[in-house]
């Protein structure tokens, strides 16, 4: 009989379910039987080999060895010590398809500290050199933020689409060391959220919302980084609505940031006043924004009511709905390609190509199967082009 290892068997069952993982999951990475994984963390006669350890906390559990002979569960980020500018009664019923994400995110940082072996993407990101609290000038911080980025407002205003206009600011954060990863979130109420962290930040955006609302909810989370605090952007008036103090406080300020960061001021100034849906197109097509977006600019200098704010609103967001719902999903190696990011791609297949990670960890980290890489390769790298 094989020697039994002295692991804590609850910390086997952490490891797996903290990454929401199931027993049939893991057996099918570790080619084994469900039954025996079962047994590794429930039969105190059975454990796995030590090279099957290393396996499970290396290739699967994104873990330490040696943590597995720990002899209490370690202490570990939650979304509630994630997301600490939201109150528990909101962080208490987040749905399990959000929970889900959240873990898939993390799982994202843990990836993105190996390819970077423990180091930054850049000496110093946006999150480093930026933050935002109630006396920030937000005029001051975007115009100084813009350079940085290199984006004048006449760039961003020849780009004339939404979708033009995520892939360009998505390129230029990522540089400066904030990744962006898209999923479809499979609930409408939440356009995204985002993971502070002093060396891997990121945003998660959600790809079922459209194109005007995902650039949106880019510089909101981004606004949440700048408060050194992980951050929902809610597409539910009513969640946020449920706020009070300073968590509403901070709610508000993300969005000023991201509509002054995209809409500034002096350029806005400069455009002619006039109520139509029309206008608000033309307007919205220079930034590369929603209508929603620069209506809320009319509404805050009082050249709309509420209730005009509200029915155009909930009158685009069903036109929004029924344009998603008509377009098809795609292919899904394109689909990853654009949840992924080329940037995240490209440092994969960099690790690679250096012989520095194995084909079974690039088809983990690209969330597609060993046997279909040379497809994705194919597909994404080279375009589909004819050989």
């Known amino acids: 009989m094989k020697e039994k290892l002295p692991i804590n068997k609850n910390i086997l069952i952490w490891a797996r379910t903290s990454l929401g993982l199931s027993i049939e ?78 873990r898939k995110a993390k799982l994202f940082q843990l990836y993105l500290e190996e390819l970077f072996d423990g180091g930054k993407p850049v000496q110093k990101s946006l999150s480093d050199a930026y933050d935002l ?34 892939k360009k600011w998505r390129e230029a954060l990522e540089v400066k060391g904030i990744f962006i990863f898209k999923d479809a979130f499979k609930n409408d109420a939440y356009s995204g959220f985002c993971l502070y962290d002093e060396r891997y930040p990121i945003i998660f955006v959600n790809n079922s919302m459209p194109d005007s609302r995902q650039v949106f909810t880019l510089f909101h989370e981004m606004g949440h980084l700048l408060y050194r605090s992980g951050g929902i952007d809610f597409r539910s008036q009513e969640i946020v609505r449920s706020l009070s103090g300073h968590f509403l406080d901070i709610e508000v300020n993300c969005n000023r940031f991201a509509n002054q960061f995209l809409v500034p001021q002096d350029s806005f100034d400069s455009f002619e006043f006039t109520t139509s849906e029309t206008h608000f197109q033309q307007i919205a097509e220079y930034f590369s924004v929603s209508r929603e977006v620069i209506l809320r600019n009319y509404l805050d200098r009082g050249l709309v009511d509420i209730e005009y704010y509200k029915e155009m609103v909930a009158k685009w967001i069903e036109q929004a709905k029924q344009g998603k719902e008509k377009s098809s999903g795609g292919s899904y190696y394109y689909n990853q390609k654009a949840y992924l990011g080329e940037r995240y791609i490209n440092l994969v297949y960099g690790k690679y190509y250096q012989n520095k990670i194995t084909v079974d960890t690039v088809a983990e980290y690209l969330n597609v199967k060993a046997k279909n890489l040379p497809t994705f390769e194919y597909m994404v790298l080279e375009g589909g082009k004819q050989r």
Request: net charge negative; no cysteine; charged share 30%.
């Open 133 to 166: 609290n109630e006396k920030s000038q937000f005029a001051l911080i975007t115009k100084s933020i813009r350079k940085e980025l290199g984006i004048p407002i006449e760039e961003q205003s020849k780009w004339h689409s939404p979708e033009t206009a995520f």
């Open 25 to 102: 999951d893991v057996a099918h990475r570790m080619n084994k039987a469900p039954q025996d994984i079962e047994a590794w963390e429930v039969t105190e006669e059975y454990s796995p080999t030590y090279p099957q350890l290393e396996r499970l906390a290396h290739e699967i559990y994104k873990r330490p060895v040696a943590v597995f002979f720990f002899p209490e569960v370690p202490e570990e980020k939650t979304p509630k010590t994630e997301f600490r500018t939201l109150p528990d009664t909101v962080l208490d019923e987040l749905p399990p398809e959000i929970v889900k994400l959240y």
